[in-house]
């Protein structure tokens, strides 16, 4: 894969990243009062995240473990989504398997940029070394 791949595995796992974070924040936090249909919008923004994720990962068969991650996070929120939409009595049973399997996809996501890092600046310096320098305050 070339940079650019990297670079767009890069950022889609970091989206993924942040949509499975606001998920479960809003999932487990006891004092906010959310509704199911807002639930469910943050769910399918989650849903547009795993997608493009997905996607991307296709492209990269020796990343083929972190694909099957994303997959079973996918299935999780599906199945989490009908349930709510459902008002299946379950619903709290599949949230916990949602939020068991968003925990899993975070590991899963935060690997997928580092090695994206690490390769991108391997294949050839773009974007990240100019990240890193002025992370660093360098030259």
Excluded: K
Aim: with cysteine; proline share 3%.
């Amino acid at each position: 894969m070339n940079a650019d791949a990297w670079n767009l595995l890069a950022e889609r796992s970091r989206a993924l990243v942040h949509q499975a974070s606001l998920l479960m924040g809003m999932l487990t936090h006891p004092a906010q009062v959310i509704d199911d249909e807002m639930r469910l919008a943050v769910a399918a923004r989650t849903g547009v995240a795993v997608d493009e994720l997905s996607a991307a990962l296709a492209a990269a068969p020796e990343l083929a473990a972190h694909l099957r991650t994303v997959q079973r996070f996918q299935h999780s929120l599906d199945a989490w989504q009908q349930s709510v939409a459902e008002d299946h009595p379950m619903a709290r049973r599949y949230q916990t398997a949602l939020l068991q399997q968003a925990a899993q996809v975070l590991i899963s996501c935060l690997h997928i940029e580092t090695l994206a890092v690490g390769e991108c600046a391997r294949v050839d310096a773009g974007p990240f070394e100019a990240l890193a320098r002025s992370s660093h305050g360098g030259t």
